[in-house]
Nanobody
């Protein structure tokens, strides 16, 4: 099983990034996929989640209206489009796959929002 995130980097406030997470080794379409983030000195928190068929999504209040989670089951990939980025969005972003009782995590990608 592998989850590989990409797309992080340094961006100015107000800018945008799209993160990708490519999955392998499990039946991707059967898993709820989520993005979490962890800033220095803080606990890991849920950013957004999407069900297996993509019919349902949910977001943290802090990112609603700015971030969009989506998935392409044909490509075994989940995305996180992040618009209007703020310095407080700076964190390591992790991809998570869940289908009880299985949980898998990626290694994370750094997002830094700074001028």
């Amino acid at each position: 099983v592998q989850l590989v995130e990409s797309g992080g980097g340094l961006v100015q406030p107000g800018g945008f990034l799209t993160l990708s997470c490519v999955a392998s080794g499990f039946t991707f379409s059967s898993y709820t996929m989520s993005w979490f983030r962890q800033a220095p000195g803080k606990e890991r928190e849920l950013v957004a989640a999407i069900t297996g068929a993509g019919g349902s999504t949910n977001y943290a209040d802090s990112v609603k209206g700015r971030f969009t989670i989506s998935r392409d089951n044909a490509k075994n990939t989940v995305y996180l489009r992040m618009n209007s980025l703020k310095p407080e969005d700076t964190a390591v972003y992790y991809c998570k796959a869940r289908r009880v009782p299985y949980i898998y995590w990626g290694q994370g990608t750094q997002v830094t929002v700074s001028s």
